[in-house]
Every structure is written in structure tokens, then in C-alpha cells.
């Protein structure tokens, strides 16, 4: 099996924000949509793993923008895993405009759960063997994010149609929220120019979500989300720090 998956993308409304530019949140969509793709070649699949009691989950994405492309445009993208390490699976993505220049790429690192427990199960112990690709244009790893203090607060829901099939927050879903923090006329003046995302505890259906946002390390928007435990202690759910144009 090739170790490197292609696919091509239009872009139309479905994708786009309203001054048609390609959403941040699409992004994340495409690298999960050729992602399950490619395992599903791999016979790595969603409905594949569940018979194993095994589903995927991403803990961190780190994306990296050329151009933010527009409505109507056709993307060619191309996704391969990398080197297993001890704890995760990662993946490499690029995407490419018709005229074969580079728009944006991305490195997600992926971890096998537990569908019942939804504990983690390292790659030495899940049985799942995945080649990896080292093509030398792959972006580095993204760290974690430390907690600062944040400015400004905003509780939020998490509503049906944040969730995906695992029911769960979808990953996706983290960078809508986050642009919904922002108004209209900032977006008109500024895209996304890289973003580091950290998945840190599932979010599920009904809880409400503490986001904290700020502008800081020189301009670039870092958004804590944190919600009470069962022992009414603060847990942090997700952190994003998003450096705009």
C-alpha cells in the first residue's frame, strides 16, 4: 500500500467563512476526512478498530498557512503517517493549490482508546502496526501549552452537533468555537497564520465549557477551556494558541 494518500478537495460554501475565505475549522476537516481515508486502506478504520473496541483520537494539531484559499478553488492533498513514537501515531498533511503551490500543512499526533473505558492504550501494547514515512518537509511536533492568565471569559454547551461518532467534541469544532470568540470585523482584517491545538480531556454532551481567551506572547490569541469535575474541580478540557496575519 502507498504510504502516501492523495486527494482532491473543492472548495465550496460549506467551507468557507462569509468573506470566502477557507474556515480554520476545515482545516482540521480535511486532515480528519483524509486521515480516516487512508486508514480505511490501511484497514485501519473507524468501523474496523470498533471490532477491536479500539476507535481513534487526536490530541494535537499544529497547522501552518501559506495562503488561506478561497471559494471555488480545488486543493490537492496529500497525507502520510509518520514514525510511530511510544505514545502516538503521526500524521503529516500538505495542501497544494492547481497551481501546485503549497497553501497549508499540518502534523496531527493520533492515540488509540478504548472505546468502553476510554482509557489510552499505547502503540506497544494495541497490536496496531502502522508504517510510517519520513518525507524531511514534515512540520515538528507540537508541544503542549502552558496555562496563563486569560482576560476575558465566556461559558458555552456542548450541543449535539458539536459531536462526532465517538460522542465527543469533535475536534473540529475547537477552532469554530474559537473563531466565534472573535467578531466579524477582526476576521475581515486578519487569517489564520498557524495554530497549535491541544486536546486534553474529552468534552461531551451537555457540559458547559469555561473558555478563557487573550491576546498575548506578542499578539498571538491563546484560549483555555476548562469545566468543574465530579469533584467540582477546575479541569482544563483544551488549549489553542492561534497566530493570525
Given at each position: 500500500m502507498e504510504p502516501i494518500y492523495q486527494q482532491d478537495f473543492e472548495i465550496t460554501d460549506a467551507y468557507v467563512d462569509r468573506y470566502g475565505r477557507l474556515k480554520p475549522s476545515t482545516i482540521l476537516y480535511f486532515a480528519q476526512e483524509v486521515a480516516g481515508q487512508h486508514c480505511m486502506e490501511l484497514a485501519l478504520d473507524y468501523e474496523t478498530l470498533a471490532r477491536q473496541r479500539l476507535f481513534w483520537a487526536v490530541t494535537r494539531h499544529r497547522v501552518q498557512v501559506s495562503r488561506m484559499p478561497m471559494v471555488g478553488e480545488t486543493l490537492h492533498i496529500e497525507t502520510w503517517p509518520m514514525p510511530t513514537t511510544r505514545v502516538a501515531y503521526p500524521r503529516s498533511m500538505v495542501a497544494y493549490d492547481s497551481q501546485g503551490r503549497e497553501c497549508f500543512r499540518s502534523i496531527s499526533l493520533w492515540v488509540l482508546m478504548n472505546l468502553d473505558t476510554r482509557n489510552m492504550i499505547l502503540p506497544g501494547k494495541s497490536g496496531i502496526s502502522v508504517v510510517g514515512t519520513l518525507r524531511g518537509n514534515e512540520l515538528a511536533s507540537?508541544?503542549?501549552?502552558?496555562?496563563?492568565?486569560?482576560?476575558?471569559?465566556?461559558?458555552?454547551?456542548?450541543?449535539?452537533?458539536?459531536?462526532?461518532?465517538?460522542?465527543?467534541?469533535?475536534?473540529?469544532?475547537?477552532?469554530?468555537?474559537?473563531?466565534?470568540?472573535?467578531?466579524?470585523?477582526?476576521?475581515?482584517?486578519?487569517?489564520?497564520?498557524?495554530?497549535?491545538?491541544?486536546?486534553?480531556?474529552?468534552?461531551?454532551?451537555?457540559?458547559?465549557?469555561?473558555?478563557?481567551?487573550?491576546?498575548?506572547?506578542?499578539?498571538?490569541?491563546?484560549?483555555?477551556?476548562?469545566?468543574?469535575?465530579?469533584?467540582?474541580?477546575?479541569?482544563?478540557?483544551?488549549?489553542?494558541?492561534?497566530?493570525?496575519?
Open positions: 507540537p508541544t503542549g501549552l502552558m496555562a496563563k492568565p486569560l482576560g476575558s471569559h465566556r461559558q458555552r454547551p456542548v450541543c449535539f452537533t458539536d459531536l462526532d461518532r465517538n460522542g465527543h467534541m469533535n475536534n473540529t469544532r475547537y477552532l469554530d468555537w474559537i473563531d466565534d470568540l472573535l467578531p466579524s470585523p477582526f476576521h475581515a482584517e486578519h487569517t489564520m497564520k498557524e495554530c497549535t491545538v491541544c486536546y486534553l480531556s474529552e468534552a461531551r454532551e451537555g457540559q458547559n465549557l469555561n473558555l478563557q481567551w487573550d491576546f498575548v506572547d506578542g499578539g498571538a490569541l491563546q484560549v483555555d477551556a476548562h469545566r468543574k469535575n465530579t469533584e467540582d474541580k477546575d479541569e482544563r478540557i483544551f488549549s489553542a494558541r492561534i497566530l493570525f496575519d
